[in-house]
Structures are given as C-alpha cells and as structure tokens.
C-alpha cells in the first residue's frame, strides 16, 4: 500500500476553506419518512436515494472535493431480516445503475466498511465500479457499508501491524493514518446528521476528532439542495480553533 501522509487536525493545524473539503453525512430519518406517509420503511430507503443523488450533484457544483455518507453500519445488522434484504438490493440495483452516470461525472466511487458479509453479487459490483471510476479526479463518493468507527481503527493497527511488525512497541497518529479507511482524504470538515437524532453511532470516530458538527430535523429522504445549503451556511459561520483561542485565529486569519 502506498499512502501518501496527511497530517491530522490533533497534530497540525489544517487550512480551512469557506467551502468545507470533505463532508461525511448520517443519512438517517427513512423510516420515519415512510411512516408518516403510511408506506413501509423500505420505501424511505428508495427515495434516500434519490436525495443522494440531489446531494452529490451538489457538492459538485460547489466544489466539495469529497462526499462520505452512511449507508449501512455494522449494527444495522440487528435489523428484521426483509429490511436489510431489501437494503442489500437497493444497494447493488442502485451501483449498477448510477455507476457509469457517476463514471461521466468524473466521480471516484469508493467503498469503506468489512465486505466480508456481502453477497458475492454485491462484492463483484463494487469492485467493478471503484476500477471503473479509479482514475477520475472529480469529487470523490465514499460508501460506508457495513462499516463502524471502532472497526475501522483495529483493522488499521491489525494492518500496520502486519505491515511493520516492529511497530508494536511503540507507534504515533502518523503511523497508523495511512491504514484507516480514509486514510488517503483529508478529514470531514463538516458532518450532517439528518433525521433529528444527535449522535455519532459508530461513524468515522477516529476521523471527526475536528469536525464541525451539524444536525437537522429533516429526514433524509426530504433534504436536498436547499437543506444541503442551509449546512454549509452555517458551517461558514463556525469558528474553527483547533485548540487555539479565538483570539489566534483572528489573528492568522488578518495576517
Ligand atoms: C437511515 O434511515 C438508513 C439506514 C440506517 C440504512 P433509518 O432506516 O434509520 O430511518 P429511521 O431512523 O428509522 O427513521
Ligand atoms: C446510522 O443510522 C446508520 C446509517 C445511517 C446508515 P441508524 O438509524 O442506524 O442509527 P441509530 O442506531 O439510530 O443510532
Ligand atoms: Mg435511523
């Protein structure tokens, strides 16, 4: 693995943008959508991903580098099995349907999370699509599937380790960076959870350390660009100190 080395927001003060880099999203709120109009949850799922799309054409347009969203945890396992049958499907139907749109848009489709439990189908389908979209240099997507913050962070020291055994005696931030998932992007700037709740639930732990955090009441499947706007207005009203005081900030930033 060659890693190109990006130092995180706990050991160098990184450059920050009116328009965040990289945004990670919790798409949360299906179920309830579907709910309320008294259709089964799976069809909140279905127009999820159609605010998806509404979403990735906007960071397009406003120059986001890179877009990671939550598609499946390793606890959405617990739950009843049709919904995540029906999940397992949206998410083959929908890669084989939008990965050569994406491939024209210049997107890099990647995949973060442990494949192991999927369906050979399915694993065949993401490999394709991240070789088919391997060398664009537009935004890249990020799929969460299967995937959990605490995870992410044993599978990188299991695979440093394996790397440069000699590691295990002692090893920093910038050893292991280069093993985690994202460990080739730059961290979140701004995450988004929608669906009302305010919590992490296992997404990118390590990676949020810095991240301005964003919550709405909106459900997934009701955001879109004017929700996608709202975020990034409030983003470009935060301070980010990194530590430092107020007073440091305004002072580099005048400088
Ligand atoms: C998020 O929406 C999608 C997944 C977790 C796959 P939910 O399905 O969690 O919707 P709510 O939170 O029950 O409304
Ligand atoms: C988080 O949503 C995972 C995804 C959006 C894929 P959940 O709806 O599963 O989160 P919790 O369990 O309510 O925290
Ligand atoms: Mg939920």
């Known amino acids: 693995m060659i890693a190109r080395f990006l130092p995180g927001s706990t050991t160098t003060i990184p450059d920050v943008a009116a328009v965040p880099r990289h945004i990670a999203i919790i798409m949360d709120g299906n179920?309830?959508?579907?709910?309320?109009?008294?259709?089964?949850?799976?069809?909140?799922h279905k127009q999820g991903v159609e605010s998806l799309r509404k979403v990735v054409k906007a960071c397009r347009d406003f120059g986001v580098d890179y877009l990671t969203v939550f598609a499946f945890s390793s606890e959405n396992w617990r739950r009843p099995k049709d919904e995540v049958t029906f999940l397992m499907a949206l998410f083959?139907?929908?890669?084989?349907r939008e990965v050569c749109k994406m491939h024209e848009n210049n997107i890099?489709?990647?995949?973060?999370?442990?494949?192991?439990?999927?369906?050979?189908?399915?694993?065949?389908?993401?490999?394709?699509?991240?070789?088919?979209?391997?060398?664009?240099?537009?935004?890249?997507?990020?799929?969460a599937a299967n995937y959990g913050g605490r995870w992410d962070v044993?599978?990188?020291?299991?695979?440093?380790?394996?790397?440069h055994p000699q590691l295990a005696q002692n090893f920093t931030e910038a050893?292991?960076?280069?093993?985690?998932?994202?460990?080739?992007a730059p961290e979140p700037?701004?995450?988004?959870?929608?669906g009302g709740e305010q919590r992490v639930s296992n997404f990118m732990l390590?990676?949020?350390?810095y991240t301005e955090l964003y919550f709405t009441d909106t459900l997934w499947p009701a955001f879109g660009r004017k929700e996608f706007e709202k975020a990034?207005?409030?983003?470009?009203?935060?301070?980010?100190?990194f530590g430092q005081t107020g007073e440091q900030v305004q002072r580099n930033q005048n400088a």
């Open 232 to 241: 990034l207005d409030s983003y470009k009203n935060r301070e980010r100190r």
């Open 31 to 44: 179920g309830r959508w579907a709910k309320k109009r008294f259709m089964p949850r799976v069809m909140g």
């Open 108 to 143: 890099r489709l990647k995949i973060i999370g442990d494949r192991s439990r999927f369906a050979e189908e399915l694993k065949q389908s993401m490999i394709d699509a991240e070789a088919l979209t391997a060398s664009n240099s537009g935004l890249t997507l990020t799929i």
């Open 92 to 96: 083959l139907k929908a890669l084989e």
């Open 189 to 194: 700037d701004l995450f988004i959870r929608t």
């Open 175 to 184: 050893d292991l960076q280069p093993y985690l998932s994202l460990g080739d």
């Open 206 to 209: 390590w990676q949020l350390a």
């Open 154 to 163: 044993i599978n990188a020291v299991q695979s440093m380790l394996k790397a």
